[in-house]
Antibody, heavy 128, light 110 residues
Framework: EVQLVQSGAEVKKSGESLKISCTGS????????IAWVRQRPGEGLEWIGI????????RYSPSFQGRVTISADKSINTAYLQWSGLQASDTAMYYC?????????????????????WGQGTQVTVSP | QSVLAQPPSTSGTPGQRVTISCSGS????????VNWYQQLPGAAPKLLMY???ERPSGVPDRFSGSKSGTSASLAISGLQSEDEADYHC???????????FGGGTKLTVL
């Protein structure tokens, strides 16, 4: 079974650092991009960025560039999302998801990919 | 404010057919495939529809997707109580060089 398992809930104070993880199993982890998505309470989903575990390429949403760092360690099938200075506005649920596509049929551009499966989510709570 | 526009909520009775719209622009829906995700209460999102109208294995054929121009729709026929969830549309955006989502539509089964 293809699965992404995320690290547990975190409660932090403003200004603190944090690194959360997402561990994949049941598939070739280093051969698929991993995405991170934020969901603030009562709001929609926001794409944060992606990483390719095989060579550590990363791409960021302009809204998150410079505010978070995405990385991966292919030796342990794990991707990471980290902050160096949390703010109360970072309080949210964070999801990781595998990028999946059908290159032979639909092409290999990012626009021809979708997120499947998703991790169970990591709740991050930051107090002022 | 989300790049893709969805109605915040919709509702239907069991057995009814409901549709959820997702409106974008030429840089996203107008030129790229739309995907839909179902988020049951308290759970992570799950892929429901990809490449505009393709259902992953295990998704009932009561769910269908379509796209026309810069808008897409998700239709659910034979509505069931277990369909009560939030539904999110998504697509790649060439101008923003990243994925964009709708704000999500909360479906209530009356």
């Amino acid at each position: 079974e293809v699965q992404l398992v995320q690290s547990g809930a975190e409660v932090k104070k403003s200004g603190e650092s944090l690194k959360i993880s997402c561990t994949g199993s049941g598939y070739n982890f280093f051969g698929h991009w991993i995405a991170w998505v934020r969901q603030r309470p009562g709001e929609g989903l926001e794409w944060i960025g992606i990483t390719y575990p095989d060579d550590s390429q990363t791409r960021y949403s302009p809204s998150f560039q410079g505010r978070v760092t995405i990385s991966a360690d292919k030796s342990i099938n794990t991707a990471y999302l980290q902050w160096s200075g949390l703010q109360a506005s970072d309080t949210a649920m964070y999801y990781c998801a595998r990028l999946l596509g059908d290159c032979a049929r639909l092409g290999c551009s990012f626009g021809a990919h979708w997120f499947d499966p998703w991790g169970q989510g990591t709740q991050v709570t930051v107090s002022p | 404010q989300s790049v893709l526009a969805q109605p915040p909520s919709t509702s239907g009775t069991p057995g009814q057919r409901v549709t959820i719209s997702c409106s974008g622009s030429s840089s996203n829906i107008g030129s790229k495939a739309v995907n839909w995700y179902q988020q049951l209460p308290g759970a992570a999102p799950k892929l429901l529809m990809y490449n505009n109208n393709e259902r992953p294995s295990g998704v009932p054929d009561r769910f269908s997707g379509s796209k026309s121009g810069t808008s897409a729709s998700l239709a659910i026929s034979g509505l069931q109580s277990e369909d009560e969830a939030d539904y999110h549309c998504a697509a790649w955006d060439d101008s923003l060089n990243g994925w964009v989502f709708g704000g999500g539509t909360k479906l209530t089964v009356l």
